[in-house]
């Protein structure tokens, strides 16, 4: 049976997010890369939705396919969903691949910044928001010199419902430190980050990787907080390496 690889996309992102790794690994895995609730074509949301809400949707999409266990893949808040879901049902994760994120929760001036960012989405609108995020998300090589994906991103973002990213912003606001229960991961694990990932510095992913039993760590050059965007031939050869070397991958 194929290996089944679950994409969890970031914030505030859909589905579109995975577009070199759908190509990459789609003929080979079954790919699965769905739109966190809300995200993409939208739907009602409540005001918060915790990271274990968007985890539980996780899992009814598994069950729903009949898969037994995936390769978890999470990118900035698709990490804080990844690690979420590896709580709540480790037996359902064969491999871990965590993106662009941390385990720690936030701090309170984080909190009162996710608060902020769910009122600039609702009342601002998201095409505002949109702007103001992608020098935080982009590094400043990827703006310059791939001026089309730097507009895909921008778009993307800003086509965002902005009830589904104020509950994001308000569920990540709520989530809790996660860095005790690193040390009881027992699948093989990869972190990924961009050298100059500016909203997660590298601190944050040393301190996983050091708290993960032999999690290994890839630090992609020239890239930002969308590593898999930013550097997709690196990161596809990165993530293509670690699947070769699971059992049955």
């Not at 050298?195 to 590298?202: I, N, S, V």
């Amino acid at each position: 049976m194929s290996t089944s690889i679950l994409l969890i996309h970031g914030f505030p992102h859909d589905h579109r997010l995975w577009a070199p790794q759908l190509t990459a690994f789609g003929p080979t895995y079954n790919v699965l890369a769905p739109d966190l609730r809300g995200f993409g074509a939208g739907g009602p949301v409540p005001e918060v939705i915790p990271m274990e809400h968007y985890a539980a949707d996780m899992l009814a999409l598994i069950d729903a396919q009949g898969t037994e266990k995936v390769v978890l893949c999470g990118l900035s808040m698709g990490g804080y969903v990844a690690l979420a879901f590896l709580d709540l049902w480790p037996e359902r994760v064969s491999a871990l691949i965590l993106c662009n994120t941390r385990a720690t929760a936030d701090t309170e001036e984080g909190k009162a910044v996710r608060m902020e960012a769910a009122r600039n989405a609702l009342e601002k609108g998201m095409a505002v928001v949109a702007r103001g995020m992608v020098p935080k998300m982009l590094c400043e090589k990827t703006r310059r010199e791939q001026p089309d994906l730097t507009s895909l991103v921008e778009s993307m973002m800003a086509e965002q419902p902005p009830a589904a990213v104020a509950a994001a912003s308000r569920g990540m606001a709520q989530r809790p430190d996660r860095t005790a229960m690193l040390a009881s991961i027992s699948v093989p694990t990869l972190v990924i980050t961009g050298d100059a990932d500016e909203l997660m510095p590298l601190p944050t992913s040393e301190t996983m990787v050091a708290a993960i039993p032999g999690a290994r760590l890839v630090v992609l050059p020239n890239a930002g907080h969308l590593s898999n965007l930013e550097a997709p031939d690196a990161f596809n050869a990165t993530v293509s390496g670690f699947l070769s070397s699971l059992p049955h991958a």
